[in-house]
């Protein structure tokens, strides 16, 4: 675009534009609800962190927007670190909404302690912002305050330059849902938790806190252990295990200086761990149930709920507590929690009415689905079956059943339930498998705070360290062209394979970071076969050399990785965080005829 005066250049700017509207208004419930180009948007998206030495890395900057699509996350709030060109760039190309705004818990918000001097460099910063970042379609909405909306002389000249500025989207008071004389309700709240709770929490907070209504700014299922690792490189051998003053260094401030909350809940759900190995397991299970339940209850309740920022999508350095993934791009049960919940076409259950709800978030219908629901006891004799069809309209949460609670209930144990979903073809699009406690955890609603609502009872799961070893078979094992690896594993035993993991290693045995793969923490039923993909990043990956399958109750393997599906060599140790000994549940059906196995 150029301007030119009597024949000459005046004025000439060059910038990449995105042809699109944001509009936002409050629902009939008095939440904030965002809509582009007319279409309802539920926000799902994670709290941004950069690098705490202020490192720009572009490759890495790549490989995190590759993660946030991985995720199938549609946004990232910052907050007040405002981020480089390269970051609205990515944002931009990538179809990432950003949150973006001025930063708590500083001089931005110690307002009684402006001088003139403030108010001067606070306009001229806010004009300076939004003349960079105005023409990128990457931006949502643009925060004035954070934790605290501003009082009504600042928020009036935010308006005012935001205004002069052409700022052409919408803008919010605060992160909070306190109300102010110049805007009124901004329609969010910032209500947290920010510690760890039972995962039924978020369909069962009674419209007090942070459960599954309205918009939530920030807030989390709380801690999010590295996997071993990325542990053993921020932590010195000696400190590994147990926990100590180390870890808690890693940990937050404050209210949050310490896993003390999650530590309790795990004890008291799963057992208390008494190797590493063990606390691992268990962490990654309850990171996995914990985003998973969050997300799909937002998920579930849309447009109720409009809105939900995971509190914080990375790290600035490595971190015991809320991320996605690590500090390193290492990614455990977390991220696949999340990632399962916000898949683009869903079916999950319901912890309050035990329902089973299919959850299209694309614009598209798509006729023809069938559902399946089985539950089983621990013993995993099947207790119940149903199967139903069901029209999924755009951008719907529609319940298509709900299974019978005294089913669940009934015998005081605890029950599995495996979930799925295909289309017309029979092909399946989408699968989940739940662990649902007799009980649901018991809250506090009375003595709730900013940080969490404590449980007077936590569900009781100590069932699963006692459950038989099972025997998983590398069916297959094979590299594409492209370096794309495809693994088959089959439960070759009568126990279920509880919360495998798989993870891909490079020619050093170490773990890729990122590496994606297309399901993770998975489940199998005896005699179960899948097949999994995994691929290394397309911004610096390299390739992919072996891969490593651990479990709750599963043998570690290493299989090293080559061109032909049947020449690759697995290694096995007896590495059994929670197993206990069975002799029809240990024996292989058959032995494996395409490797040889080394005990």
Same mark, same amino acid.
């Given at each position: 675009m150029s301007f030119r005066t009597s024949g000459k250049l005046s004025d000439e700017r060059i910038v990449r534009v995105g042809i699109r509207e944001v509009t936002s208004e409050? #629902?009939?419930?008095?939440?904030?609800?965002f809509r582009v180009n007319g279409k309802p948007v539920l926000v799902r998206g994670g709290g941004w962190s950069g690098d705490m030495l202020l490192r720009e890395q572009p490759q890495r900057l790549e490989q995190e927007f590759e993660m946030v699509r991985d995720l199938h996350l549609n946004a990232i709030r910052l907050e007040g670190k405002?981020? #480089?060109?390269?970051?609205y760039r990515l944002a931009d190309e990538h179809g990432i909404l950003v949150i973006a705004g001025w930063c708590c818990c500083d001089i931005w918000e110690q307002w009684p302690k402006w001088t003139p001097e403030n108010y001067t460099v606070a306009a001229a910063s806010l004009r300076a912002q939004m003349l960079r970042i105005r023409n990128h379609p990457s931006l949502l909405v643009w925060l004035n305050g954070s934790d605290n909306p501003p009082p009504e002389k600042v928020e009036q000249m935010y308006l005012d330059i935001e205004r002069d500025m052409h700022w052409p989207n919408p803008t919010l008071s605060s992160a909070s849902a306190r109300a102010t004389t110049v805007s009124g309700k901004s329609g969010v709240k910032m209500t947290g938790p920010y510690?760890?709770?039972?995962?039924?929490?978020?369909l069962t907070d009674p419209g007090k806190r942070g459960g599954a209504w309205g918009f939530n700014t920030e807030t989390s299922p709380g801690p999010a252990i590295p996997v071993e690792s990325s542990l053993r490189r921020f932590l010195a051998a000696g400190s590994l295990w147990p926990t100590s003053d180390d870890w808690h260094y890693h940990s937050g401030s404050g209210g949050f200086a310490n896993t003390a909350i999650f530590d309790t809940a795990m004890e008291q759900s799963y057992g208390k761990p008494q190797t590493l190995p063990e606390y691992e397991h268990s962490a990654q299970a309850m990171a996995y149930d914990g985003e998973r339940a969050m997300f799909e209850a937002y998920g579930r309740n849309k447009y109720s709920s409009t809105g939900v920022v995971q509190w914080m999508l990375n790290n600035a350095w490595p971190s015991m507590i809320w991320h996605l993934y690590d500090y390193y791009l290492d990614a455990g049960g977390g991220y696949y929690g999340a990632r399962k919940a916000c898949e683009p076409l869903h079916v999950q259950y319901s912890y309050d009415d035990h329902s089973v709800v299919v959850v299209n978030s694309t614009y598209q219908s798509v006729p023809g689905l069938h559902i399946k629901a089985a539950v089983y006891d621990l013993q995993l004799h099947s207790v119940y079956e149903h199967e139903s069809a069901v029209d999924s309209n755009p951008d719907s949460s529609d319940r298509a059943f709900s299974i019978p609670a005294e089913l669940l209930t009934g015998d005081g144990n605890l029950h599995f339930i495996r979930l799925t979903l295909t289309d017309g073809a029979g092909q399946q699009v989408s699968e989940n498998f739940?662990?649902?406690?007799?009980?649901?955890?018991?809250?506090?609603?009375?003595?709730?705070?900013?940080?969490? #609502?404590?449980?007077?009872?936590?569900?009781?799961? #100590?069932?699963?360290? *006692?459950?038989p070893r099972s025997h998983v078979t590398l069916e297959t094992v094979k590299t594409d062209a492209d370096g794309r690896v495809t693994v088959r594993l089959r439960n070759d035993s009568q126990a279920l394979a509880f919360q495998i993991a798989l993870r891909a290693l490079d020619e050093h045995a170490a773990p890729m970071a990122p590496a994606f793969w297309s399901d993770n923490y998975v489940s199998l039923l005896p005699g179960e076969s899948k097949t999994f993909?995994?691929?290394?990043?397309?911004?610096?990956?390299v390739r992919i050399s072996s891969i490593e399958v651990t479990g709750w109750n599963v043998i570690?393997?290493?299989?090293?990785?080559?061109?032909?599906?049947? *020449?690759?060599?697995?290694?096995?140790?007896?590495?059994?965080p929670f197993a206990r000994a069975s002799a029809s549940a240990n024996q292989p059906r058959r032995s494996n005829p395409s490797g040889t196995l080394e005990r």
């Open positions: 409050l #629902t009939d419930k008095g939440a904030r609800l405002l981020e #480089t060109d390269e970051f510690d760890y709770v039972a995962p039924s929490y978020w739940y662990w649902i406690p007799a009980k649901l955890a018991e809250f506090d609603w009375q003595h709730e705070d900013y940080r969490y #609502t404590p449980a007077l009872q936590e569900p009781d799961l #100590t069932a699963l360290k *006692n459950m993909t995994a691929r290394p990043s397309s911004h610096g990956g570690d393997q290493r299989v090293s990785v080559r061109r032909s599906a049947a *020449n690759y060599r697995i290694q096995e140790t007896a590495k059994l």
